[in-house]
């Protein structure tokens, strides 16, 4: 069921009846100021975060790069009757985390940063062409924005810290003034302290009565991957306005919910108003994520019928709607489009090239780019990650070090990937090393990331440590370190962990389940895993899925328990895979139950006629019951099938260097010396059993 398709969902929410009727009086309070002409939404806001850094934030840095972004705008910084001033800033603080008051702090007269050219880079630029600007830039009129800003800044700080319902009339200040705490919801850096502010203005009536209100909440919530309460804010707003409908879309696509973007879409449509091009953007990366090739047709047709040029957004985002929907043509035709170099289409491109394996071609793409961009180099490492090219990805990254180019955190997320499949505890606190040595923001995606190279790599303790640390955790985060507690067998550590989510606020989902079902298999904690799977279904409204039965049919047969899981087996709504058969078969051969065993195997082997290891796993079990026959028989079928075996690998890290060791492998480098310690361990071993 979708998100928008259960009306009982929003009752939840503490916002409940925040829209219901109000009086008249109050839905007009601080609609009298001026919209800021300014987008400041969607500017480049790394001219500062790429220069004014924590933790020590230099003066002189700090002051320089907000100048260079500022100086265009401080006609209209400085117009106290619109709110561009607090609308910059509070950008600026999404998407720098800096503290309080910061700029305004340091950039005074008589300290470092406040002197001001002669020009401001803006016009200076245009001067170099022949052509003068008329945006003047003194450090009077920085100042008195500064005056404004630390105004917002320490009445937004102290608000947006307080755990007391405030006084309305801090709320709703004046009609020329947007209250402070709207503008710290941006200041906002956990879930918490936006479930803070939600409270203050239900208890307050600002929600109801400041139309920006809503719109802020909503956004702050999508920022925070809290799409659930996006979704109850969303509902309870009045006649809706493209940029809300962009903000709610936006969420769902990039959170877990693509189809419920689309749906809300289509309701978009219907309300008749008309998509524009982040509307197109947000929409077409849904019909990618879930390789919706008629609906991304659809979308593309309807760009096309309504006059819309394309910008570089949508063309990236139409190619890859039709990669990754296995529509590779398409997507070269609309990179054929372009008559110049265009780093964003070629980078789509590579992604889509990558997701239908074509590494040849991605590669191709990506050495004949005249101006490669960090997204470039991570499109192709993330890429190479996919197709399971763990040691490829390491040495892009080692080229890409040697290009000058610091890598993204798309990119450091997959080199963490690859490090905790290959193995390479070393590599992987290299890499840890360096994003502490050059202040790249630890989000909450990249520390997952951290914490899950951490347990694939054998050291779990370092990333419990992080996990610990982590000011805020969302279900891939929690996931990720029930699943490495699951992998060490510390069941009841994991049980603790479930239960500390769902206390924090988060609830549980498939994947989550998967990991807890897994946990109780391999600790053979029956009872726990029972409950787990029907508190799943009962408490949280999640259908068992093939993963699900098959982690209880594991659990049981690893138990003994072979009649419950046949009967479990005989429950399942749709027919068993393979996995679930493998599972049954392992078991019956552990305990000898032959009637179940030939079940499992007559099954499977219609699943998989040619998978020699399941022959062979059926022999096991019959050479272990003493039925020659049998065993004479599946040795027979092994003979005249072409059957196809998994040699079994296992990588291990020495000195910095990863080894790859695979069954029956004669082709090592160091081939030789391995066998000859192995035939000397063996001589050890048997000198000892003599003895014994």
Not at 192 to 202: A, N, R
Not at 364 to 384: H, I, Q, R
Not at 412 to 420: F, I, Q, R, T
Not at 661 to 676: C, L, Q, S
């Amino acid at each position: 069921m979708g998100l928008f398709a259960s009306p009982s969902f929003a009752s939840t929410f503490i916002s409940d009846g925040a829209f219901e009727s109000h009086a008249s009086t109050g839905r007009n309070l601080l609609q009298t100021k001026k919209a800021c002409p300014v987008n400041f939404e969607f500017l480049n806001y790394t001219i500062i975060t790429s220069q004014c850094k924590g933790p020590q934030y230099p003066p002189s840095s700090c002051c320089g790069a907000f100048k260079e972004f500022a100086c265009p705008y401080t006609d209209v910084l400085n117009d106290l009757t619109n709110d561009c001033a607090s609308i910059m800033f509070s950008y600026i603080n999404l998407y720098g985390k800096y503290p309080p008051g910061l700029f305004a702090n340091e950039c005074r007269e008589g300290k470092e940063g406040l002197a001001c050219p002669a020009l401001p880079p803006s016009e200076l630029a245009d001067e170099k062409n022949g052509t003068a600007s008329s945006i003047g830039c003194s450090c009077e009129e920085l100042e008195n924005c500064f005056d404004i800003i630390n105004h917002y800044y320490q009445m937004a700080s102290s608000l947006a810290m307080s755990p007391l319902p405030m006084d309305r009339n801090l709320l709703l200040t004046t009609s020329t003034t947007t209250p402070a705490t709207i503008i710290s919801l941006r200041m906002c850096h956990s879930f918490q302290e936006v479930k803070q502010l939600h409270t203050q203005f239900v208890v307050s009536g600002l929600l109801g009565h400041h139309p920006l209100c809503a719109r802020r909440l909503l956004e702050a919530y999508v920022t925070m991957s809290q799409i659930y309460y996006a979704v109850s804010i969303f509902e309870r707003i009045p006649s809706p306005d493209v940029f809300v409908y962009n903000t709610m879309i936006r969420g769902l696509t990039m959170g877990t919910f693509p189809h419920d973007s689309l749906l809300l879409y289509k309701e978009f449509l219907l309300g008749y108003l008309k998509p524009d091009n982040y509307t197109y953007t947000f929409v077409l990366k849904a019909c990618s994520r879930l390789k919706a090739l008629s609906e991304g047709q659809q979308v593309h047709c309807q760009i096309i019928k309504a006059g819309i040029v394309p910008d570089t957004h949508i063309h990236s985002s139409l190619i890859h709607t039709y990669a990754n929907s296995g529509s590779i043509d398409d997507a070269e035709r609309i990179l054929g489009e372009f008559s110049e170099e265009n780093t964003l289409a070629k980078n789509a491109m590579i992604s889509g090239y990558l997701s239908e394996g074509h590494v040849d071609k991605a590669r191709t793409v990506f050495d004949n780019m005249a101006g490669k961009d960090a997204a470039s180099w991570s499109a192709l490492m993330t890429g190479y990650t996919k197709n399971g090219m763990h040691a490829e990805a390491l040495v892009l990254f080692q080229e890409m070090m040697v290009s000058n180019i610091q890598p993204n955190e798309a990119a450091l997320v997959s080199l963490l990937s690859a490090c905790g499949q290959l193995g390479t505890l070393h590599q992987g606190r290299w890499i840890h090393a360096y994003i502490d040595k050059t202040g790249v923001l630890m989000s909450t995606k990249l520390t997952t990331a951290l914490i899950d190279m951490y347990a694939k790599c054998g050291s779990i303790e370092c990333g419990s440590e992080l996990f610990q640390k982590m000011a805020r955790r969302d279900i891939v985060t929690w996931g990720v370190m029930i699943s490495a507690f699951a992998i060490y067998g510390h069941a009841r550590k994991c049980f603790q962990l479930f239960e500390e989510m769902l206390a924090g606020g988060i609830r549980p989902n498939k994947v989550i389940f998967v990991t807890i079902l897994s946990a109780c298999s391999h600790a053979g904690c029956v009872e726990e895993g029972r409950l787990y799977f029907s508190q799943m279904e009962h408490d949280f409204g999640i259908k068992p899925s093939m993963e699900h039965y098959g982690c209880m049919v594991d659990l049981l047969g690893r138990a003994g328990l072979l009649a419950e899981a046949e009967e479990l087996i005989l429950s399942m709504p749709e027919k068993p895979n393979s996995v679930i058969w493998g599972s049954l078969l392992s078991a019956c051969r552990t305990h000898n139950d032959l009637k179940r065993g030939t079940w499992a195997f007559e099954n499977l082997i219609e699943l998989e006629p040619t998978s020699g290891d399941r022959y062979k796993l059926a022999g096991l079990m019959f050479a272990n019951a003493g039925e020659k026959e049998e065993v004479i028989k599946i040795r027979k079928m092994i003979q005249e099938k072409e059957m196809e075996t998994t040699c079994g690998s296992s990588f291990i890290e020495v000195e910095g260097s990863v080894h790859e060791f695979t069954v029956r492998d004669t082709v090592h480098v160091k081939a030789r010396e391995i066998h000859g310690m192995m035939k000397g361990v063996n001589n050890v071993l048997e000198t000892a059993n003599d003895f014994s």
